[in-house]
């Protein structure tokens, strides 16, 4: 448990103590798949089910919460393969919250792991089926996230899918 807390505190930042930062090409507004549609990134297909803001996630059998000046957007995400195969995700790899300009964040592996209640952020998915995660994001609270952006693999180009639906 205390070599877990100390990967949690020693990882770079998305701004002052929150997930892993990185930068992408800014989304285009025309190209965001609907939240609650599947999106395709080969091999595999994604969807958006709920996004909530919150101050405190499950961590385990206890709860974390956000540190100051940050809060936590829960995605929870459904992924299926997009053909009668067995496929892989790896939820801190393939997964990043963007803003409008591509600055994103990726989420914390020991964090996913806790929240979900299982040891790794890489999860294999049978053929003909699909899971359900809770994808937790700690990032500040002036951070404005437009679009889930997900990958399929290494070679696929991402699709990125609305955090609300459209009004």
Same mark, same amino acid.
């Given at each position: ?5 100390? +990967?949690? &505190?020693? !990882?770079?930042?998305? $701004? /002052? ?8 090409? =800014?989304?285009? @507004?025309? !190209?965001?798949?609907?939240? /609650?549609?599947?999106?395709?990134? !080969? =091999?595999?297909? *994604? ?5 909530? %803001?919150?101050?405190?996630?499950? *961590? #385990? ?5 956000? !540190?100051? #000046?940050?809060?936590? %957007? ?12 067995? +496929? ?6 393939? %997964? ?5 300009? $591509?600055? $994103?964040?990726?989420?914390?592996? *020991?964090?996913? /792991?806790?929240?979900? /209640? ?15 995660? +809770?994808? =937790?994001? &700690?990032? =500040?609270?002036? *951070? ?11 070679? +696929?180009? @991402? ?9």
């Amino acid at each position: 448990m205390l070599y877990l807390l100390a +990967s949690l &505190l020693s !990882t770079a930042s998305c $701004g /002052g103590a929150a997930d892993h930062e990185i930068s992408f090409s =800014p989304p285009e @507004p025309h !190209t965001i798949s609907a939240f /609650g549609e599947w999106a395709e990134s !080969t =091999p595999l297909l *994604f969807r958006i089910i709920k996004v909530s %803001v919150e101050d405190s996630i499950p *961590f #385990g059998e206890a709860t974390e919460k956000a !540190t100051k #000046g940050n809060h936590f %957007v829960v995605i929870r995400l459904q992924v299926m393969p997009d053909q009668k195969a067995q +496929s892989m995700v790896d939820y801190a790899k393939q %997964v990043s919250l963007v803003d409008a300009s $591509g600055k $994103g964040c990726q989420p914390d592996e *020991f964090r996913f /792991g806790a929240t979900n /209640g299982i040891n790794t952020s890489a999860v294999i998915i049978k053929s003909g089926r699909f899971v359900e995660y +809770s994808v =937790p994001f &700690l990032v =500040p609270k002036d *951070f404005k996230p437009l679009a889930l952006r997900c990958t399929g693999d290494a070679d +696929s180009e @991402p699709v990125h899918i609305a955090l609300r639906r459209e009004e």
